[in-house]
């Protein structure tokens, strides 16, 4: 009898594990998922499939397939993904970009967060608090949130100390004007061995991408496009003059090198032949590597507005997923501290390299590395910043205007031919018709 | 008698069969990778797709869109000249190197050369446009840096309008003038040496040698060489795309690459396709015309 009661209270146990079992299985994701992520350094694919072998020690019922697209400029990357979505594969969760948002929202490929959000609304609540709003305003399109930020970057100046030393400057002050910056790299500009043409340049790296043209343009308080991405505004003066400046910098002022001249800034700049250059966080992965740390950073100068430009990144989920828990999933595991804290130390962490993670409190660990005043890049959301100009059609809207950009680089068109050019063949991108 | 037809017959059948299954394998690539794809392309040419939602059947809109391109005359201006240009030299340049190798020289020597001028060819052209960019460099290039000593000032080889097309095709020469040298050499071995015997005793020179003797027998070299150049020049992409990436402006944009910047760029598959039928005719056209020209001054021995 005792045997045979023992015999039912194992029975019972067993059938009420197994329920439970059952019914834990059935809330705990599962199954395979495919994340899509740039491939574009060589420590990229390595730094994911660390995130996820980590996030398999939690969750060790979801796969993640990764899914490396190559590319050396954006709009590879968002092509490529295209190409291996019309080739039939069904990815789950993308790594994007600011300049692909619109795009992939408008085709209506991505599934909006908001009902996700609400449903871990309080475990989530912490890292709505952590990350700044310009983050997820920059993610939200309509009132709906597409992508949960997980790094970015803003546009501010590096600055050799030693050249600045050299030349007997000050550092350049929180508040300087772009009159302050021209008079640095002017005296920061010299003719070193003598042959009549400048050798060392007060500043490079405008001109070419986007990215690099667009602070000049947002210190003047203007844009490229109308606010509401419905009509191009390149003949607008303020524009022009800001194209002007990055033009004068080479054939007037002479302090900043002709395209085409250059082969590397970075490299130029810790060899000291090149005292300032525009970028974001990315480029101290460069100056870790070489081990440089003569270096500082100083906001956008103000020309008068102290405004730079900022672009963001982060993780959304397509609509067309056949596995949305796995995928929200393994979403908020990628948004944890833990995860970010990897972008901390750049170099070894993996994608994207050396970026500025989107909560504040990972983001203040930058302190342990140089530059010292690490705080202009997440303190500059405080401040003035514009988020770099991503209507639906940029790849469109990047390739007009910086073709004729570079005509006024050759300095074989004046700015005002140009952008009117480059206005007329805008009007039909940038349109809400 | 009817016995021993028959049986040549069957042999010929076993003889054609066997022909058949050789070209087969061609033809079944031709099948999937040339005439699939270009019957594709004129189909996309009739929609509207971004690759990422389903395509949208236009009718001929993209056709329409054609005539508004502001840049397309352009563009094509640009693959013209690039074209003449690229053809020019690297006919002119491959028959003149190819009349200096046919003379009396050590088999080594010969050897010696002919390996030097094909062995860019065979290297990638990637690869060729990568190193190119570097010696084209403003301040840092070779190139500069030797034109330098003949009181040249630094050329922006790269980012002017004036020198980014002679850039590209001083790479492409560089890279393909070897295989016209080759062909060149082949032509000319292949013309009878008793031709060139029966000129020198009736005297004539070595230039009336090359006008009237060479030159004739090369036409048949000559008309494939501008065929195959021609199709290829017209479709020129990854010098341009790497050394200039098309610029500055449109100055080294050629079609395919703006066929390439409006598919995979814009994500506008119709119109790439759109614009690449109008490649397709042009090439069409001007093979058609040359064959029919050809008829003029080929002569075949």
């Known amino acids: 009898m005792v045997k045979s009661g023992f015999k039912l209270l194992v029975l019972t146990i067993s059938i009420a594990l197994l329920i439970v079992g059952a019914v834990g299985a059935q809330d705990a994701p599962s199954g395979e998922i495919t994340f899509v992520f740039w491939d574009n350094t060589t420590e990229t694919r390595s730094g994911w499939e660390g995130h996820v072998a980590r996030f398999n020690e939690q969750y060790p019922d979801i796969t993640v397939n990764l899914i490396g697209v190559p590319g050396t400029i954006w709009a590879d990357y968002l092509n490529g993904t295209a190409t291996l979505i019309a080739g039939g594969e069904t990815p789950d969760i993308i790594w994007v970009a600011t300049e692909g948002v619109r795009f992939l929202v408008d085709l209506d490929l991505m599934l909006p967060l908001d009902d996700l959000i609400a449903e871990n609304e309080e475990a989530l609540q912490e890292y709505f608090d952590d990350t700044a709003p310009a983050m997820l305003d920059s993610f939200r399109v309509d009132d709906s949130l597409y992508f949960l930020p997980y790094s970015w970057n803003n546009m501010v100046i590096y600055y050799n100390r030693n050249m600045f030393d050299a030349a007997g400057l000050d550092y350049p002050a929180d508040d300087w004007t772009r009159d302050d910056f021209l008079e640095a790299a002017t005296a920061l500009t010299a003719d070193t061995n003598g042959d009549g043409l400048n050798d060392q340049f007060g500043f490079s790296g405008s001109g070419g991408s986007m990215f690099f ?96 430009e900022y672009g963001v990144d982060g993780f959304g989920i397509f609509q067309s997923s056949q596995n949305i828990p796995a995928s929200w999933t393994f979403l908020q595991y990628m948004s944890s501290a833990e995860v970010q804290e990897g972008l901390v130390a750049s170099v070894d962490s993996g994608s994207p390299l050396g970026n500025i993670p989107a909560r504040r409190s990972v983001a203040d660990m930058l302190s342990q590395f140089p530059p010292d005043h690490y705080q202009h890049f997440y303190g500059s959301l405080d401040g003035n910043v514009e988020l770099v100009t991503s209507p639906p059609r940029f790849n469109e809207l990047e390739s007009i205007f910086i073709r004729y950009v570079d005509l006024v680089m050759a300095d074989e068109m004046t700015v005002e031919d140009a952008m009117a050019a480059a206005e007329t063949e805008l009007l039909s991108v940038v349109s809400c018709d | 008698m009817s016995e021993k037809i028959m049986t040549y017959q069957g042999m010929k059948r076993r003889e054609m ?61 640009t693959t013209f000249k690039l074209a003449f240009t690229i053809i020019t030299c690297n006919m002119s ?124 027998l090369l036409s048949p070299t000559m008309l494939f060489l501008t065929v195959t150049s021609v199709i290829g020049a017209l479709q020129i992409f990854e010098q341009p795309q790497i050394l200039t990436n098309g610029g500055p402006g449109d100055a080294t944009r050629t079609i395919v690459l703006y066929i390439y910047e409006h598919g995979f760029r814009f994500f506008d598959m119709g119109y790439a396709s759109t614009i690449a039928i109008t490649l397709f005719v042009i090439i069409l056209i001007l093979t058609a015309i040359q064959f029919r020209l050809s008829r003029r001054w080929v002569f075949y021995q």
Request: hydrophobic share 50%.
């Open chain 1, 213 to 308: 043209t667009l602070p000049w343009v947002f210190a003047n308080d203007t844009n490229i496009v109308t606010e509401d991405f419905c009509a191009p505004n390149v003949t607008d003066p303020a524009v022009i003059e800001a194209i002007q400046f990055i033009h004068d910098m080479v054939y007037e002022y002479e302090v900043a090198p002709a395209p085409g001249t250059l082969t590397n800034t970075e490299i130029q700049f810790i060899n000291g032949e090149v005292a300032m250059f525009g970028a974001g966080r990315w480029a101290t992965g460069g100056m870790y590597r070489e081990d440089f740390t003569d270096y500082d950073i100083a906001p956008w100068p103000g020309n008068p507005n102290q405004k730079t």
């Open chain 2, 93 to 216: 340049l491959g028959l003149g190197l190819a009349v200096l190798l046919d003379r009396k020289m050590s088999s080594v020597l010969r050897n010696f050369f002919k390996v030097s001028y094909f062995f860019p060819y065979v290297v990638s052209g990637v690869a060729i446009a990568i190193i190119w960019t570097f010696l084209y460099n403003r301040d840092l290039g070779p190139l500069n840096y030797y034109l330098g000593f003949l009181g040249v000032e630094r050329i922006p080889w790269l980012n002017s309008s004036t020198y980014s097309p002679w850039a590209v095709v001083i790479a492409d020469v560089w890279k393909n003038v070897g295989f016209y040298v080759l062909v060149f050499l082949g032509g000319m071995q292949a013309i009878s040496r008793e031709l060139y015997e029966a000129a020198e005793v009736d005297g004539a020179t070595a230039w009336q040698q090359f006008r009237r003797i060479t030159l004739p």
């Open chain 2, 17 to 77: 069969f066997t022909a058949y299954a050789f070209i087969l394998p061609t033809f079944i690539g031709f099948l999937i990778f040339i005439v699939g794809p270009m019957l594709a392309s004129f189909v996309v040419s009739l929609f509207d797709w971004n690759l990422l939602t389903p395509p949208k059947f236009i009718g001929l809109d993209n056709y329409q869109q054609l005539f508004a391109d502001r840049r397309i005359g352009t563009v094509y201006g």
